[in-house]
């Protein structure tokens, strides 16, 4: 993993934006030039996986169209390739889509800019092959939201015989976003793969839901062969007819009564007869499709700046601070000026909160609501305690007052030994009364009994009468506020590790709340998390899950031939 402030070529490390199963993704800047990019970086080693990325690079590197992250650049970034990319200030479709529910004409509009690039992409000969929202970038600028198809790592270049290595037989892609004929066998798609997959995107746009959905890959597969999913209007009634017609059109189980090309996709969205494009193509054995039709206007693509759409994709464009020099890096005490991203031992409490606060506000909106609850959560037992603690004080400094006279009912100065003389007062005048009689001195021993009772009656009900006014309960008590909790920090910590006896695999966790990958040995919280095996051939998001318990390591042993992972 490449440390911030870490060079390569000309570009410096800046931060790291994302991990998935084969790369890790960092933005970086060019150190003369200032400009912003996305570096993709290979975290596997094999030469075929290695041979993967520099072709996503070729393929594009070949691609020059508004709705597709540019590729400007391979790089070797110590032994692996590297891809230099457009930098994209925004999120992932995925994201987008989890903490935002689009209205169908902003679902249109997103839909359109998607097909406009995968239709130009399909006019160069490439397949893309892994379709989905995690492959759809939204670019925020002042012009609005536009959205953006990258990772062609997958991508399969039709017009080059010496690139068709996928061996027959092997599935490549995410299961739910993937057609049945590439579920069966990925070396025989052609582009109506793609056009499946768009369907299904089309779908969980309008939906919020994918259409084809079970936690057994087994029962995935089964229902995506049998095309069994819920109508589109169970989910959402007040869908128009072009967008169901468009979605029946694309998640078709037989490839040949499917629309073949992204202009068929526009045509049908605008109201033409979803039939018309839908006939079986009368093709011979091993003979291709016909080149697309161009797509001349997939219509509007760009969400404008002043919808909610576009607020929801804004949260995660931060402004991007200039890094502070290497002195304020290690520490130094020199004052920093503002907007100076610093890190390091020194750091004062106030530098690191403001650090997190900034992060945190990066972060998408059900992590930052988790964060919001434990600060909350916290400043409620503190809170608690301080009233409880002015609570019993209050109740401490009770004992310690006087009372005034009880018969008077005012209050009168505060002393301790104002109830004392109450008792001698019976005493003193009783041997007055009857000096004579000395006979008489049994009877006269009881008689300051009496005034015992006495005593007590009238100081106990004094005592509850100032706990009512009490200034406890309006008295100010200032509401700490501490420094908010980091993502992903364990309570207890939990690892895992993996084994195989076979091939060359890695292993991930996924948590099922936050999306976040976890390597083997990372110090993760406590819960269930879901399996992800990935080879240089398949990826498999459906290996299974398992509950990490806290302070202990769990360790995997993985099948290749089911592809699942099951604790030890």
């Not at 206007?297 to 949260?315: C, E, F, H, K």
């Not at 009490?470 to 908010?484: E, G, H, L, N, R």
């Not at 195989?500 to 991930?508: E, F, N, Q, S």
Request: hydrophobic share 40%; proline share 11%; charged share 25%.
């Amino acid at each position: 993993m490449l440390q911030t402030g870490f060079e390569v070529d000309r570009y410096v490390v800046e931060e790291k934006l994302g991990e998935g199963g084969m790369a890790v993704v960092y933005r970086v800047r060019h150190s003369t030039l200032g400009t912003r990019h996305a570096l993709k970086v290979l975290s596997l080693t094999s030469r075929d996986v290695k041979e993967r990325l520099i072709q996503e690079g070729r393929v594009q590197a070949t691609l020059r169209h508004p709705n597709i992250v540019a590729v400007t650049d391979v790089l070797d970034v110590d032994g692996a390739p590297g891809l230099l990319m457009e930098f994209i200030q925004g999120p992932a479709l995925d994201h987008w889509l989890y903490n935002y529910q689009p209205s169908i004409e902003e679902a249109l509009t997103v839909f359109r800019g998607i097909v406009a690039g995968v239709g130009h992409a399909h006019s160069k000969g490439l397949i893309h092959r892994d379709l989905k929202p995690a492959n759809v970038l939204l670019h925020v600028d002042d012009r609005g939201v536009r959205a953006k198809v990258t990772d062609f790592g997958l991508a399969k270049l039709t017009e080059s015989p010496n690139l068709k290595r996928t061996r027959t037989g092997t599935t490549m892609g995410t299961p739910a976003y993937m057609a049945p004929e590439q579920i069966r066998d990925a070396s025989t798609v052609d582009r109506r793969a793609d056009l499946y997959s768009l369907g299904v995107i089309l779908y969980e746009l309008v939906c919020g839901q994918t259409p084809f959905r079970d936690d057994d890959i087994i029962e995935l597969f089964a229902k995506v062969a049998a095309g069994e999913y819920p109508h589109p209007r169970e989910l959402r009634p007040d869908l128009p007819n072009a967008v169901v017609d468009c979605i029946e059109a694309l998640v078709e189980v037989n490839r040949d009564f499917r629309v073949s090309d992204c202009a068929a996709i526009i045509q049908i969205l605008d109201g033409a007869d979803k039939n018309v494009f839908t006939q079986p193509l009368d093709l011979a054995k091993d003979q291709e499709l016909p080149p697309p039709s161009p797509l001349l206007d997939p219509g509007d693509t760009l969400i404008r700046p002043q919808t909610a759409a576009a607020s929801a994709a804004r949260m995660w464009v931060q402004p991007i601070a200039t890094p502070a020099p290497a002195a304020d890096r290690l520490g130094s005490l020199a004052p920093r000026a503002a907007g100076d991203v610093v890190s390091g031992p020194q750091d004062s409490a106030l530098d690191f909160s403001t650090r997190l606060n900034d992060r945190t506000s990066e972060l998408p909106v059900r992590e930052r609501r988790s964060l919001t609850g434990v600060v909350v959560l916290v400043s409620g037992v503190l809170v608690a305690f301080l009233l409880v603690v002015i609570g019993l004080m209050g109740i401490a400094l009770l004992f310690n007052l006087g009372t005034g006279d009880p018969r008077s009912g005012t209050p009168g100065p505060i002393q301790v030994e104002q109830p004392e003389p109450t008792v001698p007062e019976p005493v003193v005048p009783e041997p007055t009364v009857d000096p004579e009689p000395v006979v008489d001195p049994e009877p006269i021993a009881p008689e300051p009994v009496e005034p015992e009772p006495v005593k007590p009656a009238p100081v106990k009900p004094t005592k509850p009468a100032p706990v009512k006014p009490a200034p406890v309960k309006p008295t100010p008590v200032p509401s700490p506020t501490p420094a908010p909790t980091p993502r992903g920090s364990p309570t207890a910590t939990a690892t895992f590790s993996w084994v195989t006896t076979k091939g060359l695999i890695r292993v991930v966790l996924v948590d099922d709340e936050t999306g976040v990958h976890y390597g083997s040995g990372e110090l993760m919280e406590p819960k269930r998390y879901s399996i992800l095996v990935d080879t240089p051939e398949r990826t498999n998001g459906g290996a299974g899950a398992v509950t990490l318990r806290p302070n202990s390591n769990v360790e995997l042993d993985c099948n290749l031939v089911a592809f699942k992972c099951k604790p030890r």
